[in-house]
């Protein structure tokens, strides 16, 4: 970790229906799209038991700073190829009604991550 470094953890919650929807975004396009911007990915997950289990996506992005990581979406955001996707992907309605994003610091008792 260097300094300034932040972890994001995003929490979406799925429009109901759509999790296969936004998994195969996300592994088609929003991963290579998110490379692109400086965004790395620490992993993903769903959850194991119902309701979450249809209903969420969580996942941990690292960006270099705070700062960074507003530059970051603003540049995702932007992005005519994201927001293609975006508009295709959604054509039969909304994949996600929300997203809770929280942005983290590690401890200093933390174990380190890659």
């Known amino acids: 970790m260097t300094p300034g470094t932040v972890y994001e953890l995003r929490v979406y919650h799925v429009a109901p229906g ?14 290579e799209l998110f490379s692109r911007h400086g965004m790395k990915l620490v992993a993903f997950w769903t959850p194991v038991d119902e309701p979450q289990k249809s209903e969420m996506l969580i996942y941990i992005l690292q960006h270099p700073s705070r700062e960074a990581a507003t530059a970051n979406w603003k540049a995702f955001q932007d992005d ?16 996600v009604e929300k997203v809770d994003p929280t942005y983290m610091e590690l401890t200093d008792f933390s174990p380190r991550l890659k």
Do not use: C, M, Q, Y
């Open 80 to 95: 005519p190829e994201w927001k293609s996707v975006k508009e295709k992907s959604e054509a039969n309605g909304k994949l």
């Open 18 to 31: 759509k999790l296969g929807e936004l998994l195969a975004r996300f592994r088609d396009h929003t991963i």
